[in-house]
């Protein structure tokens, strides 16, 4: 099956890495909701998660589309990204925002494993993708530090993160010019602020990703936790979307070729009157139509990835390419339950785990709705939608 970019040596690696984790492993942790530990220390130790980290820092200094392909290879593989992505799209708010003292403070230590930089705290109950909603504050005190109070929700990995891009308002909206103005960016010392100030609940959800809301009662942290300019915390948020996009593009494409792929071989495998089933156009069609539209989203993710490390505008192809990887990977999980018939029901098969995990991506982290309201807005120039 053809790849969408080059690093076929790190694909390699990660693949022969994520062979040591088969579907045992990751059927146990989603009995126990638990984080998969082992494998981000794996991913860790073999420099993985630090790939987007300048080398002057302990990392590899390559850029969004090696980042792609070890997330692509991972769900490609079986595994899941989902307890270490993090690290990878919000790595990009420090590196291009944050100061020398921050990075060379937290950078180091990050690419070694000894701190998780793994939370992101943007969403709220009651904003949800109204991100200019939000209403968390950031209050500064007379030491030039900040008094944080509010809600964070649906944010993930907190538990098991050091490290969180804080997305907090520090100008009240009634006071901005511009609706984008008034956010700031913070990297919160989770450790230092958990229990003083801070508070985390777990939410159960269908998929084990970890996820918590976070609350802020009275939270004091540093001023030098501030990342970039005060109040100018949205466009640098922007940048980290765009990554976003593209990382779970490429997850929802191994996603979508490790479905193919089980469909591909089970059609060819499994026998029904005397003849393999893949024989039968009701079979074959559904699963090159899932191929089809994988390959498509893959040009598309591999278009985003390369204008964002060109550093050139892409967030209409990064939003189309999360889409088309969404609408890909749900297509194909889909195709491969109705491949397997009720077998893909039973936990062995792991396909009904993936089949969970691949729907979240129609709706974060941001809904294809949403996609389709900023091409048709921003891209065609049609009237906004109410």
């Known amino acids: 099956m053809p790849e969408t970019s080059d690093y076929q040596d790190i694909r390699d690696a990660v693949a022969k890495l994520c062979a040591q984790y088969p579907g045992e492993y990751w059927r146990k942790l989603d009995r126990e909701r638990a984080y998969p530990t082992e494998f ?103 030491d030039g530090g900040y008094l944080v109070n509010g809600q964070k929700v649906w944010t993930s990995r907190a538990e098991y993160s050091d490290l969180m891009v804080l997305l907090a308002r520090t100008t009240p909206k ?111 069609f559904p699963i090159a139509e899932a191929y089809a539209a994988s390959e498509a989203a893959a040009l598309m993710m591999q278009k985003a990835a390369a204008l964002f490390d060109a550093g050139e505008p892409c967030g209409a192809e990064a939003n189309m390419a999360k889409y088309l990887g969404a609408e890909a990977s749900w297509k194909a999980a889909d195709m491969c339950m109705q491949t397997f018939g009720g077998f893909a029901f039973a936990e062995e098969y792991d396909i009904e785990r993936k089949f969970r995990e691949t729907r979240l991506y129609k709706i974060a982290p941001i809904s294809n709705n949403f996609v389709l309201s900023f091409i048709a807005e921003h891209v065609l120039g049609l009237p906004r939608s109410y």
């Open 40 to 142: 981000v220390k794996a991913l860790t130790d073999s420099g993985f998660l630090s790939i987007l980290i300048p080398e002057t820092f302990g990392g590899s200094g390559l850029g969004i589309s090696a980042a792609a392909a070890v997330l692509e290879e991972i769900h490609k593989s079986g595994c899941n990204g989902a307890a270490c992505h993090a690290q990878m799209y919000t790595m990009g708010t420090l590196l291009r925002h944050g100061s020398d003292a921050q990075k060379s403070a937290f950078l180091p230590k990050i690419a070694s494993g000894e701190l998780r930089l793994q939370a992101f705290g943007v969403t709220e109950p009651t904003s949800g993708t109204n991100t200019l909603g939000l209403r968390t504050m950031a209050v500064r005190q007379d």
């Open 174 to 284: 009634e006071q901005v010019k511009k609706r984008t103005e008034g956010l700031s960016v913070f990297l919160v010392d989770m450790r230092e602020a958990l229990g003083n100030g801070l508070e985390i609940r777990p939410i159960r959800t269908m998929i084990n990703h970890a996820t918590t809301e976070v609350f802020f009662d009275n939270l004091r942290i540093p001023q030098d936790s501030l990342i970039g300019e005060e109040d100018k915390g949205f466009r640098y948020i922007l940048d980290g979307m765009n990554a976003e996009r593209v990382l779970i593009a490429a997850e929802c494409i191994g996603d979508a070729r490790w479905f193919i792929r089980k469909a591909t071989d089970y059609a060819n495998e499994r026998r029904v009157f005397e003849r393999p089933i893949g024989q039968n156009q009701g079979i074959q």
